[in-house]
């Protein structure tokens, strides 16, 4: 959504990983405030799709344990000012149109927040994402309608995207209603200590993410976002085993056991940046520690930059730990150089203005052009790719070397396509344990 950085604000949550971005959880823990953070100018259009047969009648709500005495169950709240950001303001327990009543906050980010809220015509928890009444948060949630409406044309069973399930303009808010997932991938992560995940699991965390990417990539769509925030588990169900290894952190409090998740079926999420490809691709795109070195370079980019984010998702499902953990440009490139080997040439020959002060006489300047000893530090302690995934991976570490290789090429043109990507050993060999 942002033209920089689509999520560089403060974290809800400790995160050890030096990032400056808001976590997009949907299970985020509600604060008791009264009044959280909506709008007061413009009025409700209703419904647009709305999923209950014509002419039936609505359906009792019969928990109503959340209501004031004496108010009404369908009355619409106070009007109440947005805060100073443009996000809504809310309070627990409260109406969000007739249909929908306010449960919990699940999560906050840069386009506004997502509520867990009772749907009171099919009898189902639902997430609503509020936008923030700002014109350029606004265009970016039709856009992001748009793109969820084409794809629910072509997923029929809902087995890849989050499955939208309505759209309003509410007080100047568009309010786009989504099924009720479980958390994130990186939620999981941070509550299970930063332990990563076995590597079968990550194989088939691995197909479904590479299989819902091939699809957006055939309807022309490039998602330009992905990261684990962005990747959501069907199910908040975990089991817990004993954890041989010990957490991927030294800490005093780590448990002998860890969780995993009793189903692997995932969802992506937050098509409020995605594109399509005949579209202007000049602009910065992706996360920092997913984007790709052709978006830090200005040379263009098109869909393989949502395969170089997959393979930065995969080695921090097996590691625990974000591969490429900075925010300054150049610090970035010199850990892409540490960890997969020099920058081709012809890349940094065709980087643009912005980018040509990170180079000097066709390679890259560093270490001369590091802003400070921490910096060089944090680039001279990463391993190479191989060696990294051997640190992590008991079996099958051969295949998932290449794959990443394959995933992680520098050049956009030499990168493997999804579809090439789920015909690769790693998906298709057999393993003996």
């Known amino acids: ?67 004031s005495k004496g108010v009404a169950r369908n009355a619409s709240p106070p009007w109440r000012e947005d805060d100073k950001d443009g996000h809504y303001m809310f309070a627990l327990g409260e109406n969000l149109t007739s249909r929908y009543r306010i449960h919990s906050k699940m999560g906050e980010g840069t386009f506004g927040q997502v509520l867990e809220c009772w749907d009171r015509e099919r009898k189902e928890m639902v997430a609503i994402k509020i936008v923030r009444g700002i014109k350029k948060y606004r265009d970016a949630a039709m856009i992001e309608v748009d793109v969820l409406q084409q794809l629910g044309k072509h997923d029929r069973d809902g087995s890849r995207c989050v499955q939208i399930r309505n759209w309003f303009d509410y007080r100047n808010h568009i309010c786009i209603v989504f099924e009720k997932l479980g958390p994130s991938l990186y939620d999981f992560l941070r509550k299970n200590s930063y332990r990563s995940f076995p590597i079968d699991l990550v194989r088939e965390l691995a197909r479904q993410l590479l ?18 925030e962005n990747i959501l588990l069907v199910s908040s169900e975990y089991i817990e085993i004993p954890d041989y290894k010990g957490s991927s952190r030294s800490s005093k409090n780590a448990s002998s056991s860890k969780r995993l998740p009793k189903s692997s079926a995932i969802k992506v999420i937050d098509f409020g940046s995605s594109t399509y490809a005949n579209k202007d691709h000049s602009y910065i795109v992706s996360t920092r520690h997913y984007r790709a070195p ?104 051969g295949d998932l070397i290449d794959l990443l290789q394959g995933l992680l090429k520098y050049d956009p043109a030499n990168r493997l396509e999804a579809h090439e990507a789920l015909r690769h050993p790693f998906f298709t060999r057999t393993y003996r344990r």
């Open 1 to 67: 959504m942002e033209m920089e950085c689509p999520t560089e604000f403060p974290h809800i949550h400790l995160d050890r990983r030096p990032r400056k971005r808001a976590r997009l959880g949907w299970d985020v823990v509600p604060q008791n405030s009264k009044a959280q953070v909506g709008i007061l100018y413009g009025q409700e259009v209703g419904d647009v799709t709305s999923l209950v047969p014509s002419g039936a009648a609505p359906p009792t709500d019969h928990s109503s344990s959340l209501y």
């Open 211 to 228: 299989e819902c990417v091939a699809f957006m990539h055939d309807l022309r769509l490039i998602h330009t976002d992905l990261k684990p």
């Open 294 to 397: 052709e978006v830090i370079l200005g040379l263009g980019w098109s869909y393989p930059c949502d395969i170089w984010s997959i393979g930065c998702i995969l080695v921090e499902l097996c590691s625990g730990e974000a591969l490429f953990q900075t925010h300054e440009n150049l610090e970035h490139l010199a850990m892409m150089e540490r960890v997969l080997g020099p920058l081709p040439h012809h890349m940094l020959k065709k980087a643009d203005r912005h980018a040509e002060k990170y180079l000097r006489r066709t390679r890259l300047n560093w270490p001369e052009g590091a802003t400070s000893r921490e910096s060089m530090k944090a680039v001279q302690k990463l391993p190479r790719l191989q060696n990294l995934v051997m640190q992590h991976v008991d079996h099958s570490a």
